[in-house]
């Protein structure tokens, strides 16, 4: 029938009955109120039913066994009632739209087990984010997507230099990711025009996220219709509501603007800041970062795309400060203009730095296999796999958790799995909180001795 009824064989009807759909209380609380109410207008009526019921069941008790009447009364009359108030509702609420109800099931059944899930705040930008939070939907419905806002450049670029909002590419692919994948919506949020005068290079969610921050008046009110009209899984909100610009000092001194501009500078990067300085945060990401079970920072490029989140200093406090478990994705590749010739160690140096805060992850989740046949692009690009200097990281007090990451590529093409990467987070996180289970019961034990 679906997915969670896979290993036991049962009738579809029956998988209404699953433990943890909230749906049985229900049952019986409009079984109760009907047997309440038709009990009430006959004695309205002077009709006497308890006393004509009881009447009537004595006389036939000395025929037929009282327990065999009244459990076939009983199951009759619940199966009468459950299928009405099943078809009913069904037809009310149109939930068929064309599916059986085994679908319906499902994502009855998910929807109730993913809202009991951890609060995961995913911080981050670009391709990276999108990914991560693909697989992190199918663990929890707690999610907050802290998006980056420094984009410059393709159809965010313009729309940003154009209106003057918030560059919508990035929170775009966050929202679609949070979606069902196979939604037709979903796709249409999605498309990109490839011609048309103006319209050639935007994409429709793009140009959507526009309008409803044009309507609405706020970028933050425009991304929670948006995730309405989606359904999506948790919510996304971009860390500020200031026209943050990126500004990137290289090493030998040069300044450059722009997000898209720094990889194409080709240089290596000594620190990075915004324009303005003191970009103020989100204050929902605030509460949603102190609130959080787990943060997770990346994966995605180091400098454009994570690190600006932690430029603004709210952010990079709060989440030194925070009490939830804290690791980051480290990439797999260096990536040409940002990341050349960096180890593990230099990406969490970058992070620590621009933080001003050790605090800010207590453990790297890093990629352990790479395919033999590497695709020659990447060499061509001068990317190269990002080396693990497990000494150097065990010195910044980081803890490495090591999984196979990527997608299984005949092609040699090296790309996170959503599902492996999210897998993989939420083993640690479970393995640490049996951890401090442990922890506190040896703690509990010695005081006690």
């Known amino acids: 029938m679906s997915k969670f009824t896979d290993n036991v064989k049962i009738p579809k009807d029956a998988g209404w009955l699953i433990p943890g759909l909230q749906v049985k209380r229900w049952f019986l609380l409009i079984f109760l109120g009907s047997v309440l109410i038709v009990v009430g207008l006959l004695i309205l009526c002077d009709i006497r039913p308890i006393f004509y019921t009881m009447e009537f069941i004595r006389k036939f008790a000395t025929k037929v066994s009282t327990e065999w009447i009244a459990f076939a009364v009983v199951m009759f009359g619940a ?4 299928k009405g108030w099943q078809k009913t509702n069904l037809s009310m609420l149109d939930l068929n739209n064309g599916k059986d109800n085994g679908m319906i099931l499902e994502a009855l059944y998910r929807r109730r087990k993913l809202n009991r899930g951890p609060k995961i705040v995913a911080i981050g930008g670009g391709t990276g984010l999108s990914m991560l939070l693909k697989g992190i939907k199918h663990i929890t419905n707690n999610i907050t997507a802290v998006v980056t806002v420094g984009d410059d450049g393709g159809s965010s670029g313009r729309l940003r230099e154009e209106l003057g909002i918030l560059p919508p590419g990035d929170i775009r692919n966050c929202i679609a990711a949070l979606a069902d994948d196979e939604d037709l919506v979903t796709k249409l949020f999605q498309y990109r025009f ?13 140009l959507f996220l526009t309008a409803l921050c044009s309507i609405t008046g706020d970028m933050v009110r425009a991304v929670k219709e ?20 990126l500004v990137a000092e290289m090493e030998d001194g ?7 501009n720094i990889p194409e500078a080709h240089g290596k990067i000594k620190r990075l800041y915004t324009d303005p300085r003191n970009c103020k945060a989100l204050e929902e990401v605030i509460y949603a970062i102190r609130n959080a079970d787990l943060i997770i920072l ?19 406090k709060e989440v030194a400060n925070a009490s939830a478990k804290k690791i980051y994705v480290c990439n797999i590749m260096t990536q040409p203009g940002e990341t050349d010739g960096y180890s593990a160690s230099d990406h969490i140096q970058a992070l620590m730095q621009h933080a001003n ?5 207590e453990a790297v989740l890093v990629n352990d296999f790479l395919p033999t046949n590497l695709a020659d692009k990447y060499k061509m690009a001068h990317s190269y796999p990002v080396k693990i200097d497990y000494e150097n990281i065990r010195k910044l007090g980081v803890e490495i958790f090591s999984k196979k990451l990527i997608e299984d590529s005949k092609e040699g093409l090296v790309r996170h799995s959503s599902h492996r990467v999210a897998r993989a987070v939420y083993y640690w996180f479970r393995r640490e909180l049996k951890k401090d289970k442990k922890t506190k019961k040896i703690a509990k034990v010695k005081q006690g001795a």
């Not at 199966?79 to 459950?82: C, I, N, P, R």
């Not at 040069?254 to 898209?260: C, D, K, L, Q, T």
């Not at 805060?357 to 992850?361: A, E, V």
């Open 226 to 245: 948006s995730s309405n009209v989606l359904s999506i899984r948790g919510r996304v909100l971009p860390s500020t509501l200031d026209d943050m610009k």
């Open 254 to 260: 040069r300044v450059i603007h722009g997000e898209s």
């Open 79 to 82: 199966a009468l009632f459950f």
């Open 194 to 206: 490839k011609s048309g005068e103006g319209l050639e290079g935007h994409s429709f969610g793009n």
């Open 357 to 361: 805060s050790r605090k800010i992850i």
């Open 298 to 316: 990346g994966p995605g490029s180091l400098y454009t795309s994570v690190i600006p989140n932690l430029l603004i200093e709210e952010i990079a």
